[in-house]
């Protein structure tokens, strides 16, 4: 099974940027979609932007056109660049398979916050 392990977040004001990274420890080309989710403690995972097999992707509406997702496939990482950050960016976010099942396991995520 591909381990995936998230990193590139951290303290950042508003209006800042981050790019965070997911690392596979194998290869990622035969996944048919990867995605980025974050998580606020209390409430549920919530998808945050998605790339399929072929580079089509897709965004949550209060994060389109500010981040932008894409995937090495020779690297096996999946990216997230995040740009014009604001305080309800702030989340822990996770790298994952975009759909995923409800038993995939999330690996230990990044923090991201987003604070004056």
């Known amino acids: 099974q591909v381990q995936l392990v998230e990193s590139g977040g951290g303290l950042v004001r508003p209006g800042g940027s981050l790019t965070l990274s997911c690392a596979a420890s194998g290869s990622i080309a035969d996944f048919s979609g990867m995605g980025w989710y974050r998580q606020v403690p209390g409430t549920e995972h919530e998808s945050v932007a998605w790339?399929?097999?072929?580079?089509?992707?897709g965004y949550e509406r209060s994060v389109e056109g500010r981040f932008t997702i894409w995937r090495d496939n020779v690297k096996n990482t999946l990216y997230l660049q995040m740009n014009n950050l604001k305080p309800e960016d702030t989340a822990m976010y996770y790298c994952?398979?975009?759909?995923?099942?409800?038993?995939?396991?999330w690996g230990q995520g990044t923090q991201v916050t987003v604070s004056s």
């Open positions: 790339i399929t097999r072929r580079g089509g992707t």
């Open positions: 994952s398979i975009f759909p995923r099942f409800s038993t995939t396991p």
